[in-house]
């Protein structure tokens, strides 16, 4: 299974935008785990380039975050949120953006996103013959005895055309 982020493990390489225009690539690597919100975050960051009168905060690299919640110079206000899911819901929430291609930036407040998501979560299958076997066991439209003469591929792929799927995640959109 493919890990989209680890909680304990998310971080930030911050330098500045004067840093780097000037030939330095001074900074230093941030756990956000560190920090419980972001205003605490960019406080860390002005503590560290505290040599700067205003400094413009340039995230360099990062690791453990998500595509679409941080960029070279912001950082989406609810990653703490994000961060604070158990894993599993986190997987769900991070597969289902990237399946339905929702936007974080359009969410106050994730609950209901991460609701939303796992209503719509139908599992995590490595190829559509898991995906098949997994459906025809829980509907029982198919008896014991004929399992061993069905091609599951084909029968999962039946399946996955009606699913929005990322990275082997599937969610039907119609729950």
């Not at 304990?8 to 935008?17: E, H, P």
């Not at 860390?44 to 040599?51: I, M, Y």
């Not at 413009?56 to 899911?85: H, K």
Request: with cysteine; proline share 2%; charged share 35%.
């Amino acid at each position: 299974m493919k890990e989209i982020y680890s909680t304990a493990d998310a971080a930030v390489y911050v330098g500045t935008y004067a840093k780097y225009n000037n030939g330095s690539l001074f900074g230093k690597w941030l756990k956000l785990a560190d920090y419980s919100d972001k205003e605490e975050f960019y406080e860390a960051c002005r503590e560290l380039h505290k040599d700067e009168e205003d400094p413009e905060f340039m995230f360099q690299d990062w690791e453990y975050i998500p595509e679409g919640l941080i960029g070279e110079s912001w950082i989406y206000e609810n990653v703490w949120s994000i961060m604070e899911l158990d894993d599993d819901d986190a997987e769900i929430l991070m597969h289902y953006c990237s399946a339905f291609s929702v936007d974080f930036t359009d969410y106050d407040d994730i609950t209901d996103l991460v609701r939303e998501a796992k209503e719509k979560y139908v599992g995590h299958y490595d190829n559509v013959s898991e995906l098949g076997e997994e459906m025809a066991s829980v509907i029982g439209d198919i008896p014991e005895s004929l399992w061993y003469y069905i091609d599951w591929e084909k029968y999962g792929q039946s399946w996955a055309e009606d699913y929005y799927e990322d990275d082997g995640y599937y969610f039907d959109p119609n729950r």
